[in-house]
């Protein structure tokens, strides 16, 4: 295996999305991903990076004095390495997530690490990249996130939360696309259905510029 990961970017920010949504974070984004989602916002994570060594990328990550940190994309486990840099943030003491996109095999990451599994609805053009077996390996410390393009991927995804007991599982989050799915309706459609998720928005494109890197 190798000693170096192909890195996009790491950044110190806010904490835009997930049940630790306004917190603090150090994110790290690792280079590449298999999928092309319609309504991707990190297309610039697809290709380039740069090579970081295990060491300087701890050493990045502890310059900011944050504890808690996530490992994104792209798709991070598209790197077989990520598992390695997932175990050695988790060995120095930080609080770790890792956001994937349920198409890779998430049985080998650490315990120790809070997954967030992006589950692929239509709108996406990614629904049968999806690995089902993946929701086995999930517990109450994990996250699975919807990204909604329309009232279509609203109710596909309300039968989803309903065949597998996500709301059960673990943390389960509705997440509009930003620009194509208004909040309100959305928030109506869960409450008149009284399904058991946690409607979210990106706050770090409300803080910021929604098309603004690093943050």
């Not at 890779?104 to 999806?130: E, L, N, Q, W, Y």
């Not at 309100?184 to 910021?208: F, G, M, N, T």
Request: hydrophobic share 35%; net charge negative; charged share 25%.
């Amino acid at each position: 295996m190798s000693q170096t990961l192909q890195i996009t970017e790491i950044f110190h920010s806010i904490q835009g999305e997930s049940t630790r949504i306004g917190e603090p974070c150090v994110f790290i984004r690792l280079t590449g991903c298999p999928l092309r989602c319609t309504w991707c916002d990190t297309e610039y994570a697809f290709h380039g990076g740069e090579p970081m060594t295990f060491d300087s990328v701890m050493e990045r990550v502890q310059s900011y004095g944050c504890p808690l940190v996530e490992v994104t994309g792209g798709e991070p486990l598209h790197q077989p390495e990520a598992l390695v840099l997932l175990k050695k943030l988790c060995d120095v003491g930080h609080q770790v997530m890792i956001e994937t996109s349920g198409t890779f095999d998430i049985s080998a990451i650490d315990p120790r690490v809070s997954i967030i599994m992006d589950v692929k609805c239509p709108g996406s053009g990614m629904t049968d990249r999806m690995r089902w077996a993946n929701i086995e390996h999930l517990s109450k410390k994990d996250e699975v996130k919807f990204v909604l393009k329309d009232q279509a991927d609203y109710e596909w995804s309300k039968n989803i939360v309903t065949k597998y007991g996500l709301g059960d599982r673990c943390a389960v989050l509705f997440s509009p696309v930003f620009g194509s799915l208004e909040l309100r309706p959305l928030a109506e459609w869960v409450l008149s259905d009284r399904l058991p998720v946690r409607v979210q928005v990106q706050l770090h494109k409300l803080i910021w510029d929604p098309d603004t890197r690093g943050v």
